[in-house]
């Protein structure tokens, strides 16, 4: 398995234009990198800022490129997340092995319970 590392630049704005966030009838964006189907998108809310920020993670199920950054809370909505029970503590430590942590989001998607949805 190639193992995980960076778009880079001029691939990263593609991803992100790409990226099927919180879309119901397509959860999957082009990879801008090996052009496939697979781009996967997590996200979840942090608090340990004074503003309310949103930890992103895009990745390429086929191909292993990713992008992950912490924004403001661009997004406004609530939405589901399987890995919601972790404190922000066992969030660093599982993210610290990054191949771990997409595999586990890889299984998580293959499960079902990512790509996450809007919260009513
Ligand atoms: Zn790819």
Redesign the pocket.
């Known amino acids: 398995m190639t193992s995980a590392s960076m778009f880079t630049e001029e691939q990263e704005k593609f991803a992100v234009d790409q990226s099927k966030f919180l879309d119901e009838d397509c959860n999957e964006g082009i ?1 801008p ?2 052009g ?1 189907k ?2 996967r998108t997590y996200a979840y809310h942090t608090e340990n800022r004074v503003r309310k920020s949103v930890v992103t993670y895009m990745w ?1 199920f ?2 292993r ?1 990713m992008k992950t950054w912490l924004g403001a809370d661009a997004i406004g909505v609530a939405f589901s997340d399987p890995l919601g029970n972790y404190s922000l503590a066992e969030r660093k430590e599982m993210e610290s092995d990054i191949e771990a942590f997409l595999h586990r989001l890889d299984q998580l998607w293959s499960s079902g319970e990512l790509p996450q949805k809007k919260l009513h």
């Open positions: 990879c990198a090996c496939r697979s781009l390429c086929s191909c490129k």
